[in-house]
Nanobody, 125 residues
Framework: QLQLVESGGGLVQPGGSLRLSCVGSGFTLDNYAIAWFRQAPGKGREEISCIRADNRSIDYVDSVNVKGRFLISRDYGQNTAYLQMTMLQPGDTAVYYC????????????????WGQGTQVNVSS
């Protein structure tokens, strides 16, 4: 069974940092684009950033106001993608999901085939 498993969420104070991980289980991520999404209570799911199979990243920064604070990366050897989040704000509170699709990124979440279960991030003092 093809699965993605997220980890690294938790409670952090404003201005703090977290690194989220997304591990492929049952398949290799090498030929997949990996995207990070988030969904806050009462809001739709929005795409933060995506990294292609060839390791080129795309930031959907206009829609989520994370420019300069969030960085996506991947480690082929660890079969893992990451989202490094810095200068966290209360508005970043959400469930964060990673998702995979073959090769290329897309801004539309229905086009992603494989999803993780989500990891909760709470930013609060």
């Amino acid at each position: 069974q093809l699965q993605l498993v997220e980890s690294g969420g938790g409670l952090v104070q404003p201005g703090g940092s977290l690194r989220l991980s997304c591990v492929g289980s049952g398949f290799t991520l090498d030929n997949y684009a990996i995207a990070w999404f988030r969904q806050a209570p009462g809001k739709g799911r929005e795409e933060i950033s995506c990294i292609r199979a060839d390791n080129r990243s795309i930031d959907y920064v206009d829609s989520v106001n994370v420019k300069g604070r969030f960085l996506i990366s991947r480690d082929y050897g660890q079969n893992t993608a990451y989202l490094q989040m810095t200068m966290l704000q209360p508005g970043d509170t959400a469930v964060y999901y990673c998702a995979a699709r073959p090769q290329y990124c897309t801004p539309a979440y229905p086009n992603y085939d494989i999803w993780g279960q989500g990891t909760q991030v709470n930013v609060s003092s």
